[in-house]
């Protein structure tokens, strides 16, 4: 007869869980006692008591950390369910494209069109993604004109690192903007400008893909091997490879600021124009934007006519803060 008794306090006891919202958060049995709850209802283990939930119930606030487990709160009360967290919004899609280059992937954003296409190689570990002051805002005053392009090297940015036992020579560098270049679709030929570390890298690539280049830009850039071939962090690079590059009768300009040996850059070319940016520093881009857009556009507009450029004080450079500089052939 006990037993019997027990049965029907424990069936009472389901029921009156399963009971009209307003009914009070029921213990069904003790913490071993299987839980067995009607549709709608949420088992669960509260003050180590097996009960079934459901929003409307009374509740006590002081099992309210109890009941998050289970995705209700009591803080009037009555049981309520607690709302979920917003998904953070997606990420804004990169504005530019990942692009292999031999089993790892380099970053690079183009805009504008028209030819022949500027490809701008920053100094030591820059690139797109982390912009020098004034790259952005020039760049797209270039590409009003034409194809413009800039990345980030292998390692830096948004770019995957290079695998580990590929070394970052001057073959490499090259070898992965060619790559770079084909698997963006951006369309030869190209006037690549390079600044600092990154006239190196454009030296490298225009020795050799020759008849993909056709006009180069120097920004105070390093000269090859000149104090040493072999750089270490932040970005490390080995350019014995590079040797002495000439560029026979395509336009160069040189514009110089604080560490280019101008005169040997402009006698690598039969083509060139040497300047200097009298009260810039290293950073040209930022201290004297309008200089590199005449200096690019001087470039672009030899190409598409097809002509010599003419002396540097028949240019806009003089006008823009360039003072022309004369040098020996």
């Given at each position: 007869?006990?037993?019997?008794l027990?049965?029907?306090?424990l069936a009472a006891a389901?029921?009156a869980a399963?009971?009209?919202?307003?009914?009070d958060?029921a213990?069904?049995?003790?913490?071993?006692?299987?839980?067995?709850?009607?549709?709608?209802?949420?088992?669960?283990?509260?003050?180590?008591?097996r009960?079934?939930l459901?929003?409307?119930?009374r509740?006590s606030r002081?099992?309210?950390?109890?009941?998050?487990?289970y995705g209700?709160h009591c803080?009037?009360g009555?049981?309520a369910r607690v709302k979920?967290?917003p998904k953070?919004?997606?990420p804004p899609?990169?504005?530019?494209q990942?692009?292999?280059?031999?089993?790892?992937r380099?970053?690079?954003?183009?805009?504008?069109?028209?030819?022949?296409?500027?490809?701008?190689?920053?100094?030591?570990a820059?690139?797109?993604?982390a912009?020098i002051?004034?790259?952005?805002e020039l760049?797209a005053?270039?590409g009003?004109?034409?194809?413009?392009?800039?990345?980030d090297r292998?390692?830096?940015?948004?770019s995957?690192p290079?695998?580990?036992?590929?070394?970052p020579?001057g073959?490499?560098f090259s070898?992965?903007?060619?790559a770079l270049?084909a698997?963006?679709s951006?369309p030869?030929p190209y006037?690549l400008v390079?600044?600092?570390?990154?006239?190196?890298?454009v030296m490298s690539?225009?020795?050799r893909y020759?008849?993909?280049h056709v006009?180069?830009?120097?920004?105070?850039?390093?000269?090859?091997?000149?104090?040493?071939?072999v750089?270490?962090?932040?970005?490390?690079a080995d350019f014995?490879?590079?040797?002495?590059p000439t560029?026979?009768d395509?336009?160069?300009?040189?514009?110089?600021?604080e560490f280019s040996d101008g005169?040997d850059?402009?006698?690598?070319s039969?083509?060139?124009?040497?300047?200097?940016?009298?009260?810039?520093?290293?950073?040209i881009?930022?201290d004297?934007?309008?200089?590199?857009i005449?200096?690019?556009?001087v470039?672009?507009?030899?190409?598409?006519?097809?002509?010599?450029?003419?002396?540097?004080?028949?240019?806009?450079?003089?006008t823009?803060?360039?003072?022309?500089?004369t040098?020996?052939?």
């Open positions: 007869m006990t037993r019997a027990a049965i029907l306090a389901f029921a399963g009971a009209a919202g307003s009914a958060l213990a069904v049995a003790g913490p071993t006692a299987a839980a067995k709850c009607r549709s709608g209802y949420k088992a669960a283990v509260i003050a180590g008591k009960t079934c459901k929003a409307g119930q509740c002081k099992d309210d950390k109890q009941l998050h487990r209700f803080h009037s009555r049981l979920p967290k953070p919004p997606a899609p990169l504005p530019g990942k692009v292999d280059v031999g089993g790892y380099l970053y690079i954003e183009c805009i504008g069109s028209g030819t022949p296409a500027v490809i701008f190689e920053a100094g030591t820059g690139g797109v993604s912009p002051q004034g790259g952005p760049r005053t270039l009003q004109e034409a194809r413009v392009c800039a990345y292998a390692g830096i940015g948004r995957d290079r695998p580990r036992g590929v070394a020579t073959a490499r070898e992965e903007l060619h270049l698997g963006a951006v030869e006037v390079g600044a600092s570390f990154g006239g190196l890298v690539h225009a020795v020759p008849a993909e006009g180069l830009v120097f920004l105070d850039s390093e000269n090859p091997c000149r104090d040493s071939c750089y270490g962090p932040p970005e490390a014995r490879d590079l040797g002495s560029f026979g395509r336009p160069v300009v040189a514009l110089t600021a005169p850059l402009a006698r690598r039969t083509n060139s124009i040497l300047a200097s940016a009298p009260g810039s520093t290293h950073f881009v930022t004297r934007p309008a200089l590199v005449a200096a690019v556009r470039v672009i507009a030899a190409v598409r006519t097809g002509t010599k450029l003419p002396p540097c004080e028949q240019t806009p450079l003089p823009v803060g360039g003072k022309c500089e040098f020996t052939p």
